[in-house]
């Protein structure tokens, strides 16, 4: 997964400079990576130093649960669930430094043994759907109803929602 190896040689000065910005961007990524699992450590650590402990004023709450998330929430600059992803990538960091993943967010798909399209573009494609398909329909939904119900603007109408009908049913067939 690293990208930091040359793939082509050039000589063209544009190409050399925007080569070494890729270049430093993939490194700070995978720099990214190895201090969550840094700071995961120290997380890990802790959490397992307070599992033995009462956390609660007076000391007399329950044993080990959740005094991680108290302590979390008293003394961090960052959400208790942000504190459990930089756990789980330390918890995994061998197989993560095999792979010097540029993001943390592959690194977790990664975890979790993502077959999938990649993070974040099922959500893309939704917001794509949603925009160009749904959105429009509404407008003309709402449209038809102001015009004329005569029968040129019905005809084309229809010849329209016939062909999205015929569109979306082949979608539906490939999907299956």
């Not at 709450?61 to 992803?85: M, V």
């Not at 430094?97 to 993502?114: H, K």
Request: with cysteine; glycine share 6%; proline share 3%.
């Amino acid at each position: 997964m690293n990208q930091l190896t040359v793939k082509k040689q050039t000589t063209d000065p544009e190409a050399i400079r925007a080569n070494t910005i890729h270049n430093f961007v993939i490194q700070r990524g995978w720099e990214m990576v190895k201090a969550a699992i840094t700071c995961g450590e120290i997380l890990f650590k802790k959490k397992e130093e307070l599992k033995d402990k009462r956390y609660e004023k007076g000391g007399r709450g329950k044993r080990g649960y959740g005094n991680f998330g108290k302590w979390a929430e008293a003394n961090l600059d960052f959400t208790w669930q942000t504190a459990c992803t930089y756990m789980k990538l330390y918890e995994h960091q061998a197989r993560i430094y095999d792979m010097e993943f540029n993001s943390i967010r592959a690194a977790l798909a990664f975890i979790r043994g993502d077959d999938r399209i990649t993070p974040g573009l099922i959500s893309g494609d939704e917001k794509i759907l949603r925009r160009n398909i749904v959105s429009p329909i509404k407008v003309v939904k709402a449209r038809l109803k102001k015009l004329p119900k005569d029968p040129i603007h019905y005809d084309t109408v229809m010849r329209i929602i016939e062909e999205l009908e015929v569109a979306v049913n082949e979608l539906i067939d490939e999907l299956r």
